[in-house]
């Protein structure tokens, strides 16, 4: 399993990023995929989750309206677009696949909101 995240940066607040993650060596499209983030000196937090098809996907309380997350299983990739960015959103970004008792991270992405 390889999960390869692009797509952070610096942006000023109220601004928006799309974030991307590849994912490789397993049946992408049979599997709800995840959107975690840590920020320094916190617990890594959920984020957003999707369905493996892409019908059901639900998000974290504090990114209810901003953040969209979208899968193509195409292209085996899974994105989060995120809007009205706020400084507290400052984090590393991880894309997430869960089977059974095995969890599988990419390396992350680094999102940083200030002006």
């Given at each position: 399993?390889?999960?390869?995240?692009?797509?952070?940066?610096?942006?000023?607040?109220?601004?928006?990023?799309?974030?991307?993650?590849?994912?490789?060596?397993?049946?992408?499209?049979?599997?709800?995929?995840n959107w975690y983030?840590q920020s320094p000196?916190?617990?890594?937090?959920?984020?957003?989750?999707?369905?493996?098809?892409?019908?059901?996907?639900?998000?974290?309380?504090?990114?209810?309206?901003?953040?969209?997350?979208?899968?193509?299983?195409?292209?085996?990739?899974?994105?989060?677009?995120?809007?009205?960015?706020?400084?507290e959103d400052t984090?590393?970004?991880?894309?997430?696949?869960?089977?059974?008792?095995?969890?599988?991270?990419?390396?992350?992405?680094?999102?940083?909101?200030?002006?």
């Amino acid at each position: 399993v390889q999960l390869v995240e692009s797509g952070g940066g610096l942006v000023q607040p109220g601004g928006s990023l799309r974030l991307s993650c590849a994912a490789s060596g397993f049946t992408f499209s049979g599997y709800a995929m995840n959107w975690y983030r840590q920020s320094p000196g916190k617990e890594r937090e959920f984020v957003a989750t999707i369905s493996s098809a892409g019908g059901v996907r639900n998000y974290a309380d504090f990114v209810k309206g901003r953040f969209t997350i979208s899968r193509d299983n195409a292209k085996n990739t899974v994105y989060l677009q995120m809007h009205s960015l706020k400084p507290e959103d400052t984090a590393m970004y991880y894309c997430n696949l869960k089977n059974g008792p095995w969890a599988y991270w990419g390396q992350g992405t680094q999102v940083t909101v200030s002006s």
